[in-house]
């Protein structure tokens, strides 16, 4: 039995999958079901059309990113709507904690390494190892080639900078909610206290989240998705976008 079916849930309506026009229409269709299949927190089905999509060549961190990733988005407005309730929110968090761990093996044996290694974790204070999207960012830089070091949640300053200077990472991501800025600033101070603040790339997410708040922190950018995180990491290599000092320089 599936969790949608344990927790009693009726089918929402069908919903397409926005990605991009070089997938086949078998790859596209299994991408748009595995987005239904999140909505319905239909756990069974997923392992199934995930299994399938590796089968056919979908790309493992487009399975996350353009369906299960949307999918989880949507539950989470239709329980801000009052049409679903907050536990289905924590099954489709574990559920996707799950297919980030299937699909990892697939993602790094189809990424040629970069040779670069992103540090990432929740703030101190930040507890809800489970239930936000740290994984998916972690899976979309680990489908780029990055090395991926993940600490876990409720990390202390300190611990960023020790493992960044340890790894030698290029990037370091912080994920946080709104209330949790001090902490989000105090990495910021730690990376300069350890001598690397201009050797990384810091980059943070998280609700309540803008660039204001990016630049008050001492960040580099802020990910309003996996994806927006990414591309703005290789904006920020490239020269693209500006890094925090040259902002505030200004």
Same mark, same amino acid.
């Given at each position: 039995?599936?969790?949608?079916?344990? +927790?009693?849930?009726?089918?929402?309506?069908?919903?397409?999958?926005?990605?991009?026009?070089? %997938?086949?229409?078998?790859?596209?269709?299994?991408?748009?079901?595995?987005?239904?299949?999140?909505?319905?927190?239909?756990?069974?089905?997923?392992?199934?059309?995930?299994?399938?999509?590796?089968?056919?060549?979908?790309?493992?961190?487009?399975?996350?990113?353009?369906?299960?990733?949307?999918?989880?988005?949507?539950?989470?407005?239709?329980?801000? &709507?009052?049409?679903?309730?907050?536990?289905?929110?924590?099954?489709?968090?574990?559920?996707?904690?799950? +297919?980030?761990?299937?699909?990892?093996?697939?993602?790094?044996?189809?990424?040629?390494?970069?040779?670069?290694?992103?540090?990432?974790?929740?703030?101190?204070?930040?507890?809800?190892? &489970? %239930?936000?999207?740290?994984?998916?960012?972690?899976?979309?830089?680990?489908?780029?080639? %990055?090395?991926?070091?993940?600490?876990?949640?409720?990390?202390?300053?300190?611990?960023?900078?020790?493992?960044? &200077?340890?790894?030698?990472?290029?990037?370091?991501?912080?994920?946080?909610?709104?209330?949790?800025?001090?902490?989000?600033?105090?990495?910021?101070?730690?990376?300069?206290?350890?001598?690397?603040?201009?050797?990384?790339? %810091?980059?943070?997410?998280?609700?309540?989240?803008?660039?204001?708040?990016?630049?008050?922190?001492? +960040?580099?950018?802020?990910?309003?998705?996996?994806?927006?995180?990414?591309?703005?990491?290789?904006?920020?290599?490239?020269?693209?976008?500006?890094?925090?000092?040259?902002?505030?320089?200004?």
């Amino acid at each position: 039995m599936s969790r949608g079916d344990s +927790a009693g849930q009726a089918k929402q309506p069908s919903i397409k999958c926005p990605c991009s026009s070089w %997938y086949t229409a078998l790859q596209m269709d299994i991408l748009g079901k595995l987005r239904q299949a999140m909505v319905d927190l239909d756990d069974e089905e997923i392992i199934r059309l995930l299994q399938a999509g590796l089968d056919v060549g979908v790309d493992p961190v487009s399975m996350i990113t353009d369906a299960l990733s949307p999918g989880l988005e949507l539950v989470g407005e239709l329980i801000q &709507k009052k049409e679903r309730s907050v536990s289905d929110l924590v099954l489709a968090s574990e559920i996707m904690n799950e +297919a980030v761990e299937m699909l990892c093996p697939a993602m790094e044996a189809r990424a040629p390494s970069t040779g670069e290694v992103m540090v990432i974790g929740n703030v101190q204070g930040g507890l809800h190892e &489970k %239930y936000n999207g740290k994984r998916i960012v972690a899976a979309a830089f680990i489908g780029a080639g %990055y090395r991926v070091v993940d600490l876990g949640a409720d990390v202390p300053a300190s611990e960023f900078a020790r493992v960044a &200077k340890e790894h030698k990472a290029t990037v370091v991501a912080a994920s946080a909610l709104g209330s949790l800025k001090p902490q989000c600033q105090a990495i910021h101070n730690a990376l300069i206290d350890a001598g690397i603040r201009d050797e990384v790339i %810091y980059l943070i997410g998280g609700w309540g989240i803008n660039q204001a708040w990016c630049d008050d922190v001492g +960040a580099d950018a802020f990910g309003e998705n996996a994806v927006d995180g990414l591309n703005k990491v290789k904006a920020l290599r490239n020269g693209d976008l500006p890094r925090w000092r040259d902002r505030v320089s200004r």
